[in-house]
């Protein structure tokens, strides 16, 4: 049985398209509480203290073709359950299909002066999230496809359903690749999992369901050293 099973994607609903696809889509727009408000406010707080710029919204991908999904926000309410206590001083974050960064975003907030890398295959989108974070020096923006791209210091990688299953299939090969070229802790935090069965069914990786109160299904993936 694999973890997700008939699961969609849930950036639905017109404001939750606008508001950042997750972070109120599925209460539907008949029904926006003061408390959403407020969380948009927050949303957007964060939005501006860190490159001066709100992030709400999503953008249908123009490379549908290369397995892509729209490019659409993390909710910085879940962050804190995703990522948890799982950095180090040492790690380098390496988000995967990186859209607009508000991931960094949430990072800097909490004061992680780690190095971090954003891959996004749009040109438009890496180019606006390298131009909005560019005085922060320890984060760089690289335009290209995750799988020409794997760093191979990167420590934790970072997924918010950010392509096919195909596409994933393929990640998970030059992870190990890279993984080989550079043995190191490996930790996949992966978000809206739907794909989480390509990880699940290949006994290099050891997937770690997450429950603690998210709305999407996550899980934490490692690489399994000794079997490599
Ligand atoms: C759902 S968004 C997630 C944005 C960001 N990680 C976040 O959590 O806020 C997924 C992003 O992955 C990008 N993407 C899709 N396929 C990619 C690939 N092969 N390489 C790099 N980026 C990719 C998309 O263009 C899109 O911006």
Known sequence: MTLVSGLKSRNTGVLGRAFGGNAIGDR?????KIADLLLILKNACLDFRYGGRFLAGSRKTRFAEAGAEDTANSSYAELGALFGDRIGERDVIVDVGCGKGRVFNWLLSRGRANRMIGIELDPEIAEGCRRRLRTYTNIRIITGNIL??????????????????MVMRSFAEELKRSYQRNKREIT???????FCHVFEEDPRWIVTPLEAGL?????IIRIRPESI
């Open 28 to 32: 539907g727009t008949d029904h926006v």
């Open 148 to 165: 020409e791209n794997v760093p191979d210091n990167g420590t934790i990688f970072y997924l918010f359903n950010p392509f096919h299953e």
């Open 188 to 194: 996949v935090i992966y978000s809206n999992c739907l």
């Open 215 to 219: 709305r999407l299904p996550a899980a």
